[in-house]
Every structure is written in structure tokens, then in C-alpha cells.
């Protein structure tokens, strides 16, 4: 376990390029209502030959932002080919996995079901409908793509996490470096390295404060 | 882990994290008569010299509970099936 205190707090932005502005501000101010916050209007610079560009944020919660890039006089065309999948970044070949294809993303919390649900019709009124309602394990999320392509979640936890979560976490991660650490890692491998560390770590295990009971 | 009470037999092993969507998965593999149940700090310790088989159904597990129930397997034994119908865990 890390020693080190831990001093940052929370997502300062996460940013993405753009060819479609127009449907960017409408999807996130105008549909979802996430106020535009701050912007620079930047001419081209640097060594290389820099586009002239507008960098746009908008506000996620919790002064969290998320963040576009439109360069002018570019298109599509600048990050390469057009995929058969993904979005206006990340390019893929039809036969790459959906699983792998989906699998970065962005998820902005929201506090409830009921903020969920408000979510979930604010999008469904618009160009870019709901297209997944998904409990998972302990939280419940709404998915829709943007006008960008980029593969977009709100999510709600269904309870807190408990403190025995946190044990299970760290034994989790510690049995997975093991297991990666050798040879032909298998999901058989970590369950039974974990086992292990169950047996070493888990009866003299005490939730290190009082959380929410189990 | 290992071996049986006996020393003869395989004792299958399998760890379940006691959190609430996983209350009912100890529940339903101690309806097995040669199922037993314990307990090592948060976990629930679900052993047996037989192959342990959950049913999903019994359960009740939505998807993603269901799938990602298992905390770990003793070595000595494997999960053979987890699927729609079944969690099966026998000597590997």
C-alpha cells in the first residue's frame, strides 16, 4: 500500500479534438445543460505548422470540465483514414472488438436515479438518444455516443462502497501483478493467487473506519 | 488447502466478497448438504469435497453480479463452468 498522502483532487479537464463545434456546444450546453465555462481563442504557434484554434470547456460538476479543440481549416482527414469504428480520435478496423473499441471512455457521476433519469430525457429528446441502460455491479449508467463518436456514460452508484471493497481492490491488484509478472496470465491464475492473499490478508483485516455495514 | 478432512479427498475452495449482491450466492451454495460456509474476515468461504455448482437462477444475480462474483479459487481447484445457467467450481 501507498505511503504517500494523496493530494489531488478530482479532474481538472480531459480534452478532445472536434470537427463539429456546432453539434459539440449544442450536445453538451443545449442538450445536457453543462455551462460553457471558459474559452481561448489561440492563433497558431510553435515550430511546427499550428492550426489556429479554439479550445472550449464545459462544466462536468464539481468544477470538473470537459474540453474540445476545433482547429480551423482541418477535417477528419488530419488524424488519418476514416474508421470503420470509433470516433473522430481513435480510428478502428470493422473487425476490431467492440469491447476493446468501447473500452475508453468518459463517466460523469450524478448523485441518483432521479439525476439519472433526467439525464436519460434530456437525451432521449434529442439527436443523440440513450442507447444503454445498464445496472452494473454496484452502479447504474446511461450511455449514448456524442457528436463526435466518442462513447459517453453517466453513471450513479446503486449503494456506497464498503470498506471490505477497498481490501478486495488491493488484494485484487496485488494478485494480478503477480499473475502478469509470469508467464500465460489467465483470469484461473489470479483467482488463484488471490485466494492466497485471501488467506494471508483477509483474517486479520479490520475496516479502517466505520463505514456502511455489509 | 488441499486436502479433504479425510486427507483423502480434494477440498474445492471458492472466496465470495460479503457485500450485498452477493448475499445470496453462500446462500444458495449451502443448500447443498456438502456444502460449508464459513467465514475469513470479509469473505464468505464456500467449501466442499465435492464440486461446488451454484444455480444462476436461484441466485437471482443480475449479469454483471453474477459474473464477477468470485473473489478466488483455492488452488487445487478451478471454475470448469460460469455461465447462464451455473457456477461450477471442481478439482482443476
Redesign the interface.
Given at each position: 500500500m501507498s505511503e504517500l498522502d494523496h493530494r489531488v483532487r478530482g479532474v481538472d479537464h480531459v480534452a478532445f479534438p472536434t470537427f463539429d463545434p456546432a453539434a459539440t456546444v449544442h450536445f453538451y450546453r443545449d442538450v445536457l445543460g453543462f455551462p460553457v465555462v471558459h474559452s481561448i481563442c489561440a492563433a497558431g504557434w510553435g515550430p511546427e505548422q499550428h492550426p489556429d484554434f479554439i479550445h472550449f470547456f464545459f462544466d462536468i460538476g464539481n468544477d470538473d470540465r470537459i474540453a474540445f479543440f476545433y482547429y480551423f481549416g482541418t477535417d477528419p482527414s488530419v488524424g488519418g483514414p476514416r474508421g470503420a469504428k470509433g470516433d473522430v480520435y481513435g480510428r478502428f478496423a470493422a473487425d476490431v472488438p467492440e469491447y476493446f473499441v468501447r473500452s475508453r471512455h468518459l463517466a460523469i457521476h450524478v448523485d441518483g436515479e432521479e439525476d439519472l433519469l433526467e439525464y436519460r430525457r434530456r437525451l432521449d429528446a434529442s439527436d443523440w438518444p440513450v442507447e444503454m441502460q445498464?445496472?452494473?455491479?454496484?452502479i447504474e449508467s446511461i450511455y449514448t455516443h456524442d457528436p463526435n463518436g466518442y462513447f459517453f456514460e453517466i453513471t450513479r452508484a446503486l449503494?456506497p462502497v464498503?470498506p471490505?471493497?477497498d481490501?478486495?481492490a488491493g488484494?485484487t491488484i496485488d494478485?494480478l501483478l503477480d499473475v502478469v509478472s509470469g508467464p500465460d496470465p489467465t483470469f484461473?491464475k489470479l483467482?488463484?493467487r488471490?485466494?492466497?492473499?485471501?488467506?494471508e490478508?483477509?483474517?486479520?483485516?479490520e475496516p479502517a473506519s466505520t463505514g456502511p455495514a455489509? | 488447502m488441499g486436502a479433504g478432512l479425510d486427507g483423502t479427498g480434494v477440498v474445492n475452495t471458492l472466496y465470495v466478497l460479503d457485500v450485498p449482491e452477493n448475499i445470496a450466492v453462500p446462500k444458495v451454495a449451502a443448500e447443498d448438504p456438502a456444502v460449508t460456509v464459513g467465514r475469513l474476515g470479509p469473505y464468505f468461504v464456500i467449501s466442499s469435497d465435492q464440486p461446488i455448482v451454484i444455480d444462476r437462477r436461484a441466485v437471482g444475480a443480475r449479469h454483471a453480479v453474477w459474473y464477477s462474483c468470485v473473489a478466488g479459487v483455492a488452488p487445487g481447484a478451478a471454475i470448469t463452468k460460469h455461465d447462464k445457467d451455473a457456477l461450477r467450481v471442481e478439482p482443476a
Open positions: 445498464i445496472q452494473h455491479e454496484t449503494r464498503t471490505q471493497e481490501l478486495d488484494l494478485a484461473g483467482l488463484a488471490k485466494a492466497e492473499l485471501i488467506v490478508r483477509a483474517a486479520g483485516w455489509s | -
